[in-house]
């Protein structure tokens, strides 16, 4: 079994920043890649930004600038540093972990991001 607990969410105002951190724990055999997604209400989960192993990062064009995705390898650990928020950044952030060797993607259980004034 593999875990990931996500923390940093919360409430801010527009332009402020969070950021959000992703520890991943359990039988995990080699990691891929890291990542953030998130799910607003009657919307599909979209991608914002993802870390791979060989430290290649992929990022949303909504984000593009704002956001910063950074990882710790020997933590299993994901953080993404969340600049000048927006109205439409409110959703709830999922984090994942993709293992290539066990060909398993893992999800976390979500943190609310509520950007409101």
């Known amino acids: 079994q593999v875990q990931l607990v996500e923390s940093g969410g919360g409430l801010v105002q527009p332009g402020g920043s969070l950021r959000l951190s992703c520890a991943a724990s359990g039988n995990i055999f080699r990691v891929n890649a890291m990542g953030w997604y998130r799910q607003a209400p009657g919307k599909e989960r979209e991608a914002v930004a993802t870390i791979r192993r060989d430290e290649s990062k992929n990022y949303a064009d909504s984000v593009k600038g704002r956001f910063t995705i950074s990882r710790d390898g020997a933590k299993n650990t994901v953080f993404l540093q969340m600049n000048s928020l927006k109205l439409e950044d409110t959703a709830v952030y999922y984090c994942?972990?993709?293992?290539?060797?066990?060909?398993?993607?893992?999800w976390g259980q979500g943190t609310q991001v509520t950007v409101s004034s």
């Open positions: 994942n972990l993709n293992d290539d060797w066990a060909s398993q993607d893992y």
